[in-house]
């Protein structure tokens, strides 16, 4: 299955269903078992693994299908490719030959980073991961986990020795406590929970590699697979409002005309269409640099997720304005895009994190 | 560098050259990346995707370790010991 495959194997599946699944705040159960199945939701991973091997190029245009149909699933596909990602990264070759096969034939798979008093700081996370003979055990809260509410494999970061660790846990392994988080403000039906891990005892081969590294480096390293699928996700909600806004300006008449020929309304357009175009192009630039592997790939990442999330934010309030009273209730795809775009700009590093870092990469480069 | 016979002075060359630009000044080889406090962990991000892409190694999970990364001459020893496993 190729990417074009994959996405229309998204679009069939989906349907116009995603409003309804909004307002539910639930994914069906059928369509995530047939895209997890199918390796749909991870797909970079070899198929050697059972996955479509896609290049990030590819999986990126994928993604933005997916993100403008639906941004919960979206939202879901960029957990369980994360997970897959660190998997793959992190894992020894006998971890990725148990771990990674289960990720594409249908177990979903979610990231916990965050906590009550770590987020941005993830260097304050007081979650422990500690070696106790062929044991490890877990213990620690994890908050607003993506996808955790569907989740079978949970790939948790804490603290180890002087260091940090990642471990695969299982959910349904005993003391761990899943609890939804109630009514999200976007990416409704993304199944998005807190982690309760209450003394967790795990055989220790379910510890992955790097144990002892910073937490920085081992969250900024499987964190950069979430950030630019973000990114890609944000075009497909640029995509969307581009959609909705030009069939919705064309035909809907104010004054006599069709409400595109109000200047102040094609401004709106324009600057929609300036902002899919420079977000696709920002983004296909970090994946081609994620397929060559090049160091360049960090930075370029941090830049179309900064740069994508926030001309979704900010061209979803636009076509919102532009919709007026046709799209401004619950489950209009706008309205989605209003909301879900404005937790784009919070998760995977929010916009303050990523200007940070991106002023710090300014500044070596240009003194 | 990844068909052709990669020598431990063309590792350690790269490196400095790599880590110089960095720096903006010339890298002491002896120099411990981490305790200069000076690196992020994007920069040591970059670093593994450098060694990675230069020397055509892929850096398994056991490899992932500080004292692998904390000198020029000990990530010459690393990138020099993968390419001597083969298949990469």
Same mark, same amino acid.
């Given at each position: 299955m190729n990417e074009r495959d994959a996405a229309a194997l998204v679009a069939d599946l989906v349907g116009d269903r995603a409003g309804e699944w909004d307002r539910a705040g639930r994914l069906p159960g059928d369509v995530l078992a047939e895209l997890a199945g199918k390796g749909v939701l991870c797909a970079e991973v070899p198929a050697e693994h059972g !996955? @479509?091997? @896609? %290049?990030s190029v590819d999986n990126g245009e994928l993604t933005a299908a997916v993100g403008a149909l639906c941004g919960s699933l979206r939202s879901l596909l960029t957990s369980h490719g994360m997970a897959a990602w660190t998997l793959s990264r992190f894992g020894n070759a006998e971890q990725r030959a148990t771990h990674l096969p289960r990720l594409t034939s249908g177990a979903l798979a979610g990231v916990a980073f965050s906590e009550p008093g770590a987020? %941005?700081? @993830? %260097?304050?996370?007081t979650t422990t991961i500690v070696r106790d003979g062929q044991s490890v055990v877990v213990s620690g809260r994890k908050v607003w986990v993506t996808g955790a509410a569907y989740a079978d494999l949970l790939v948790v970061f804490g603290r180890h020795g002087d260091g940090a660790a990642i471990v695969v846990v299982p959910a349904n392994a005993p003391g761990v406590r899943i609890e939804r988080v109630p009514e999200p403000v976007g990416c409704r039906a993304a199944g998005h929970a807190d982690v309760h891990l209450d003394a967790v005892r795990l055989p220790a081969d379910l510890l992955l590699g !790097?144990? !002892?590294?910073?937490v920085t480096l081992l969250a900024t390293a499987a964190l950069g697979y979430g950030r630019l699928s973000v990114a890609w996700g944000c075009v497909g909600i640029l995509r969307a409002c581009l959609a909705a806004t030009t069939r919705h300006a064309t035909t809907r008449e104010q004054f006599g005309v069709p409400i595109a020929e109000h200047q102040l309304v094609a401004r709106h357009l324009a600057e929609l269409h300036v902002a899919e175009r420079s977000a696709t192009h920002t983004c296909a630039h970090a994946s081609r640099c994620w397929d060559a592997g090049t160091p360049e790939t960090v930075e370029a990442t941090l830049l179309a997720k900064h740069l994508a999330a926030t001309a979704a934010a900010r061209g979803a309030a636009a076509a919102l304005q532009v919709m007026g009273s046709a799209g401004a209730r619950d489950g209009h795809p706008v309205a989605r895009a209003y909301r879900d775009a404005k937790l784009m700009e919070i998760i995977e590093g929010s916009a303050e994190i990523c200007q940070l870092a991106l002023a710090k990469h300014a500044i070596a480069e240009w003194t | 560098m990844s068909t052709s016979t990669v020598t431990a002075t063309a590792v350690h060359e790269n490196l400095l050259e790599f880590l110089s630009k960095r720096a903006k000044s010339p890298w002491d080889p002896e120099q411990d990346l981490f305790a200069s406090g000076s690196f992020s962990s994007l920069f040591a991000l970059e670093l593994v995707m450098h060694l990675e892409s230069a020397f055509g190694i892929a850096i398994e999970a056991e490899d992932l370790r500080l004292e692998h990364f904390r000198t020029v001459g000990a990530m010459t020893e690393l990138v020099l010991r993968i390419r001597g496993r083969g298949g990469e």
């Open positions: !996955g @479509l091997g @896609l %290049s987020g %941005s700081d @993830l %260097s304050a996370m !790097g144990a !002892g590294l910073p | -």
